[in-house]
């Protein structure tokens, strides 16, 4: 049965916080609030939560996860950034974006697409998951949490909380989200590539 934390989405209670990143350092899987939709996550290097995911959610091998960070510098832990890269992603984080982006060697095998080796990677704009990240001390593996055959995220947390209470081990009611998940951007080649429009405007990245 999953445990159920109301936690502030302004001001995060730091004992929830804890007891949160406590269960996701003991392998757990939960489902919490970000700035576009809620998602799933679960510890970086944690090989059954990741295989619980894929299996909830359905999801072949060629999907990219994301790697949820505090900050950019974070981020330039597990992706390869050029200066180029940077200036976009200074622009554009936090906020709903995820970028693919070519992963370096701190990244999970598992977790890169196979054949490309890379990986997604963010920085939210949730006080939530931001204090979730700090006290774990490391990024969030995430993903979505769009269920099979649906065509948009789970926004509701006791929708959230009835329909997975037996599949995770928390889930975080941070308020309504949103419909909406984040813009995937692909900046592996010579010039971004939009792979999903979401909640975040893409003018800019494009230009």
Request: proline residues 7%; contains cysteine; glycine residues 8%.
């Amino acid at each position: 049965m999953a445990q159920f934390f109301q936690i502030h989405p302004d001001n995060p209670q730091g004992r929830l916080i804890s007891q949160a990143a406590d269960i996701v350092a003991a392998g757990g899987v939960i489902a919490f609030p970000t700035d576009s939709a809620y998602a799933l996550g679960c510890r970086l290097g944690e090989k059954l939560a990741v295989e619980r995911i894929r299996a909830l959610r359905q999801l072949d091998k060629q999907h990219n996860f994301t790697l949820m960070c505090r900050d950019l510098s974070e981020l330039a832990s597990y992706a390869k950034v050029d200066n180029q890269m940077f200036r976009l992603l200074k622009n554009h984080t936090p906020g709903p974006y995820t970028f693919i982006m070519p992963a370096t060697a701190e990244v999970p095998r598992r977790l890169m697409h196979p054949k490309r080796k890379t990986i997604g990677l963010r920085v939210p704009d949730n006080a939530i998951v931001l204090a979730l990240i700090e006290a774990l001390g490391e990024p969030l593996m995430s993903c979505s949490l769009i269920m099979p055959g649906d065509q948009q995220p789970l926004t509701d947390p006791y929708d959230i909380r009835d329909t997975l209470e037996h599949q995770v081990e928390l889930v975080i009611d941070g308020g309504f989200c949103g419909l909406e998940a984040t813009t995937v951007v692909d900046l592996t080649g010579d010039e971004p590539e939009l792979i999903r429009q979401g909640c975040g405007p893409v003018d800019e990245i494009m230009g």
